[in-house]
């Protein structure tokens, strides 16, 4: 909202909203060329006005060489020609507005591509006017420009190695947290920050409605970029309390808000995805009267089944997954605002990972969504959850394409890593799990392309797909469509407090949902494969009033596999006390 709207307590829209990612690459394909594209977006719209979101959150389309598959930004003006023209970004505006639609645009400003003509001026010589647009550093004392160990500092990249690579042409090493081809931009330059303004006020004059911002809590970095500590058996160094949230990010978060969007008329959508941030920072990061950010996408409930790295899954007990969220419920119940999500591009599938996607496949992506839609905050979707659709059974790690997951098998596999547990891993936690085709139909392609793919269709595309859920009582679309109508419909979804129940139990999850003046809600969720009996205390909601689940009515008292309820409870006349 804008200042004038915070001040009156105008609600915004995207409070009480549902917000659908679409991964542009694995979306539609409409020209058969194996990649999805903006018209195969707008042939779908129906299927996403069918499913009642409010938003689409439009991974990049820009300009791009595809380094880390369009997060790697060379033109931010301009359309990649892979996803078509700027024109056709104009039509899925006008077709997405028309169907009450709105679009945010991913806007990856920590980095851009080494094909950015910003950064090919930068390194052009050393005296260039945007040479300091960047974060350029000399070798480390005493040693050799390009060797190991010369690097100015000893920070790991998020996709393995070190973060700065050795320019040949001016004798300097740049700063990448990312891939070698995602130079970080110097965000402690006026000149940067005003350039990203002016881009990002050139995009809401054209039409979006706000911006998902990738990893926006590195733009501020320590100056001094020291070294990180190095653990026990590491190559590299943590780097990460030394640029992520760093020393100047509220005054520039702030100075973006008051250059971009303080002026303009409705809503607009303002989402920061920021790695490692906690409660108290997010309560500072979404407090409408600081005029940062709508609100925050968190890390803290994903980080949980991690081990020594994220492609060394652990089990996660549900107590500490209900506690994790309900601790983000809690901390920004009264100031700020949770986004909610189970998936996205960057996360393997949902039923796969916190479900069952064998026998309880139906019952567990439904029982997921009702508890994830239920707490306090603006739901995120996936493409494709809204089917329930799983991880891929990947062969090999020659089948994968994403940078991250084959830079980290070649150099777990160089240390020494047995390959078999690599591919594990990979196959648990792999972003390529997210990645694969949409699954439309059960044609050969599950009507994705009618050419082939760029990454291959999950072999289930034959029983899960849209066409055989849209319409369908009980299907996991349908689920998920009602889930969306009862956000629109009962306020006590948005706005009220939320209060966990039976925090230690194994595999109940159970809370309240209470708002002065409305029946209360509550929520059960049976986590688990085994029938569960519901314990004494929840017995005065026996008499509840059913308001949706994901098996037919049953008696009160027991939960099948994977069940979950909404119930209302019962007011007598006159309303709630």
Same mark, same amino acid.
Request: glycine fraction near 8%; proline fraction near 6%; hydrophobic fraction near 40%.
């Given at each position: 909202m804008n200042a004038a709207e915070a001040e009156a307590g105008a609600a915004p829209w995207w409070r009480s909203a549902v917000v659908y990612q679409v991964y542009p690459r694995s979306f539609a394909d409409s020209d058969g060329d194996g990649i999805g594209d903006l018209p195969g977006i707008t042939a779908h719209l129906d299927h996403l006005a069918a499913l009642g979101i409010d938003a689409i959150w439009l991974s990049p389309v820009y300009r791009s060489p595809h380094a880390d598959n369009g997060y790697d930004i060379s033109d931010y003006q301009d359309v990649d020609p892979t996803f078509g023209t700027p024109a056709d970004? !104009?039509?899925?505006?006008?077709?997405? @507005?028309?169907?009450?639609?709105?679009?945010?645009? #991913?806007?990856?400003?920590? @980095?851009?591509? #080494?094909?950015?003509?910003w950064f090919v001026a930068a390194r052009s010589s050393a005296d260039d006017p945007k040479r300091d647009w960047y974060w350029w550093r000399p070798a480390r004392p005493g040693t050799t420009g390009g060797e190991p160990g010369a690097e100015p500092t000893n920070w790991e990249s998020f996709f393995s190695g070190p973060t700065w690579t050795w320019d040949e042409r001016t004798a300097a090493y740049y700063l990448h947290l990312f891939a070698t081809k995602q130079p970080d931009l110097n965000w402690e330059n006026p000149q940067v920050r005003a350039a990203v303004h002016t881009m990002m006020r050139w995009w809401l004059d054209r039409g979006v409605d706000g911006f998902r911002m990738d990893v926006i809590n590195l733009i501020s970095k320590d100056p001094a970029l020291p070294d990180g500590e190095v653990s026990p058996g590491a190559v590299y160094g943590n780097g990460f309390p030394h640029y992520a949230s760093g020393?100047?990010?509220?005054?520039?978060?702030?100075?973006? %808000?008051?250059?971009?969007?303080? !002026?303009?008329?409705?809503d607009l959508l303002l989402v920061g995805e920021m790695p490692g941030v906690t409660v108290p920072d997010a309560r500072l990061f979404t407090d409408p009267a600081r005029q940062e950010l709508s609100m925050v996408f968190q890390f803290e409930h994903v980080s949980l089944d991690h081990g020594a790295t994220k492609f060394e899954p652990v089990p996660l007990a549900l107590p500490r997954l209900k506690a994790s969220l309900a601790g983000w419920q809690d901390g920004l119940g009264e100031v700020g605002w949770n986004s909610l999500y189970w998936s996205n591009h960057d996360q393997p599938r949902a039923v796969s990972r916190f479900g069952d996607d064998g026998r309880w496949w139906r019952e567990s992506a439904t029982a997921l969504?009702?508890?994830?839609?239920?707490?306090?905050?603006? &739901?995120?979707? %996936?493409?494709?959850?809204?089917?329930?659709?799983?991880?891929?059974?990947?062969? !090999?790690?020659?089948?994968?394409?994403d940078i991250e997951s084959i830079n980290y098998a070649a150099q777990a596999q160089a240390a020494g890593a047995d390959p078999q547990r690599v591919l594990d891993g990979l196959r648990s936690h792999g972003r390529d799990n997210a990645r694969t085709p949409?699954?439309? #139909? #059960?044609? &050969?392609?599950?009507?994705?392309?009618?050419g082939t793919p760029w990454l291959p269709v999950n072999p289930n595309r034959t029983w899960l797909n849209a066409a055989a859920q849209v319409g369908v009582a009980g299907s996991v679309f349908e689920h998920y469509r009602a889930l969306i109508a009862l956000r629109h419909e009962d306020r006590v979804v948005v706005d009220g407090t939320f209060h966990l129940l039976l925090a230690d139990d194994p595999d109940l999850w159970v809370f309240e949902r209470r708002l002065a003046g409305h029946p209360r809600l509550l929520v059960v969720a049976n986590c688990s494969g085994l029938p569960r009996d519901l314990p004494a205390e929840l017995d005065t909601w026996r008499d509840a009033v059913p308001v949706l689940s994901n098996y037919p009515a049953a008696a009160w008292g027991r939960l099948e596999p994977w069940e979950a309820r909404v119930l209302r409870e019962q007011v007598a006349e006159g309303g709630r006390a």
């Open positions: 970004l !104009d039509r899925l505006l006008e077709q997405a @507005h028309a169907r009450g639609i709105r679009i945010v645009l #991913d806007l990856v400003v920590n @980095h851009t591509s #080494d094909e950015h003509p020393p100047r990010i509220h005054e520039f978060l702030h100075e973006m %808000y008051q250059e971009v969007f303080a !002026d303009r008329a409705g969504a009702t508890v994830l839609h239920l707490h306090r905050g603006t &739901p995120f979707v %996936y493409q494709g959850e809204e089917l329930g659709m799983t991880n891929a059974p990947w062969p !090999d790690v020659t089948a994968m394409r949409m699954q439309w #139909d #059960d044609g &050969p392609q599950a009507g994705f392309s009618t």
